[in-house]
């Protein structure tokens, strides 16, 4: 049995393969159906990555998301530690 990376590969060359066999499609409907198809996937993961991003902002201590400085960490996991006392 394949791998689902080859199982997944498969699938996608079945589909270009259907889009390349068709007399009647042209190479500008499969580009312009792949980018569209990915414009999908995006707009509707972004609108939950925003709504993450708004309950992220409003959550206190948050700003801890937004530094790389060692210390911010370790401040933030003391307060944690802290909080749960």
Known sequence: MNSY???RK???SDVIFEYLSDEKT???ELLCDLSEEVKD???Y????AIKCRKVLD???NNNILKTTDTKDWE?????CTSEEN
């Open 10 to 12: 498969e699938r996608l």
């Open 58 to 60: 409003m959550l206190p």
């Open 41 to 43: 996937v995006f707009d």
């Open 75 to 79: 401040e933030f996991w003391s307060s």
């Open 45 to 48: 993961y972004n609108k939950y």
């Open 26 to 28: 042209t190479p500008d």
């Open 5 to 7: 990376s080859e199982q």
